[in-house]
């Protein structure tokens, strides 16, 4: 059987195209059925206890190939947002500053070696608490195109270079405890007190970043002594040629500097444009200056189209402080965008999953069965299994606030039922709802990510599964204390 398996070359289309199959098989198989919605803040949420049959809609296969077509409208903001950093970071990459930059860097830790070893837990730290504070997730894709150079000039590979942002992220989105998107909304579903019982949040955060961080070092440690134990060896070959970083450091120009000073800025903006509502807080706190009103800013934080705006501003900035030609600029610019095509085309398909389901009616009804099965279940093990029912929903839903409103209405009163507090079972839809979101292809994020160090989808499971069940585990296991402590 391995023998026929290592013949079949699977890539991350071919997945995402028979995962496709499957789901549509079961919109033959499985009943239709939904539950009522009412809206809430301007979110749809479902209204516990009106589960209904509703008349099947079994997808054929027209329905299955418009599913793509449909899946770009769905992920168009994400889409134009993946082509403006492509071409953005390829006119910045014109200029030469990132060579510059990293060139830089690499040679500062070249001559410190002792503070190589920080370059994994520092950078793992800082993408974790942006993802536990205010949900950083899209923007961590901006970094990847950054840390995979980086990562490489210090003998470490593509796939660390892609897993510092990306996994450190994701490590802290799961283990949030500020999260708006996942703690605030299920929290606010739940009627529990915002942001309530954040200590042992905390400690969920700081347990599950350590493990992460101590994951990495050994990989990284283990492809230092031997290169070809690499996820991306074949294309790091190519990389690093291509970046041509094994060249003896050059001195920076000064136009580069500031092209480098201008995107730092713009890191720096985009951070404050995220935090906004609560910086404006803060500062009337402790001042009592309302920049909301006095500035006429919007209530909400930056998201996507405000990023992408953003950047596209910063690109525009970077080729004249490069002195770039309107040719120059637009050769490279639309190079990056080309760079982008197959990832964008991906994220297509990969949401046709998500449409075919929906369209078919089977995702309440799997929601209905399962949740069902819960309230029979001794508490500590229904709060296991209300993790696990938020792992496959996630597959069909990726997004934080999306689970939160379908499932938390259902799930807060059921906690009731069976002995355990409402405050657990958010903790339980946080963690099983965010873990695989490093792996799932219907997650457009995770497919961008990988999509930038080339890594074959099958590899990059691979590579992740003794992660994903280590932190499994583990909330298995945070999960018992707060039954114990009956946690408010």
């Known amino acids: ?45 479902v209204v516990a206890g009106t589960y209904h049959p509703v008349p099947a809609n079994p997808q054929g296969l027209f329905d299955v190939l418009k599913a793509p077509i449909q899946g770009f409208s769905n992920t168009a903001e994400v889409i134009v947002f993946l082509l403006v950093i492509g071409g953005v970071l390829a006119v910045v990459e014109k200029t030469g500053a990132i060579a510059a930059g990293i060139q830089a860097a690499s040679g500062f830790f070249q001559r410190k070696p002792h503070l190589r070893f920080m370059f994994i837990p520092l950078g793992i730290i800082v993408f974790s608490l942006c993802g536990a504070t205010f949900g950083m997730c899209e923007e961590a ?6 840390f995979i150079p980086l990562a490489l000039s210090l003998g470490y590979d593509s796939a660390l270079g892609t897993a510092i942002p990306f996994i450190g992220a994701g490590v802290g989105f ?18 529990v007190p915002l942001y309530s019982g954040i200590g042992y949040r905390f400690i969920i955060w700081i347990i599950c970043t350590t493990v992460v961080i101590t ?67 803060m500062i009337k706190g402790m001042w009592g200056v309302d920049l909301m009103q006095m500035l006429h800013l919007e209530a909400s934080g930056w998201y996507i189209t405000e990023i992408a705006a953003l950047f596209l501003g910063v690109g525009f900035l970077c080729g004249f402080l490069g002195k770039m030609s309107m040719q120059k600029f637009t050769d490279a610019f639309f190079d990056g965008v080309r760079g982008m095509a197959e990832i964008a085309m991906l994220l297509c398909f990969a949401q046709a999953i998500v449409i075919i389901a ?20 001794h508490p500590v093990c229904a709060s296991w299994a209300a993790m696990v029912l938020q792992t496959v929903i996630d597959f069909f839903i990726p997004s ?19 002995g355990i507090t409402r405050q657990t079972m958010v903790l339980a839809f946080q963690l099983g709802g ?50 114990l402590m009956k946690w408010q």
């Open 1 to 45: 059987m391995s023998k026929i398996l290592s013949k079949i070359k699977l890539n991350t289309f071919a997945i995402i195209l028979s995962i496709v199959a499957v789901v549509a098989v079961l919109t033959w198989i499985v009943p239709s059925g939904a539950y009522d919605k009412m809206d809430v803040d301007g979110r749809q949420v």
């Open 141 to 146: 894709l901006i970094f990847i195109p950054i």
């Open 174 to 191: 799961a283990a949030a405890f500020t999260n708006p998107f996942t703690v605030g909304i299920a929290q606010g579903i739940a009627q």
């Open 215 to 281: 994951w990495l070092s050994v990989y990284a440690r283990k492809i230092r002594k031997d290169p070809t134990k690499s996820l991306t060896y074949e294309f790091d070959i190519e990389k690093r040629k291509e970046l041509k970083l094994n060249k003896e450091e050059t001195r920076m120009t000064r136009r580069q500097k500031w092209v480098l000073v201008a995107f730092g800025l713009g890191m720096l903006t985009l951070i404050a444009g995220v935090l906004k509502p609560q910086l404006c807080s």
């Open 358 to 377: 929906n369209n078919g009616h089977i995702l309440d009804t799997l929601l209905n069965w399962m949740s069902g099965a819960i309230s029979r279940l």
């Open 400 to 418: 934080g606030s999306g689970k939160a409103v379908l499932t938390m209405p259902i799930l807060a009163p059921l906690a009731d039922l069976i």
């Open 434 to 483: 965010s873990w695989m979101n490093m792996v799932i292809p219907t997650d457009p994020v995770t497919i961008a990510a990988i999509g930038f160090a080339r890594i074959a989808y099958p590899k990059w499971l691979k590579w992740m599964l003794p992660l994903l069940a280590v932190m499994y585990l583990l909330s298995f296991v945070l999960l018992i204390p707060p039954y």
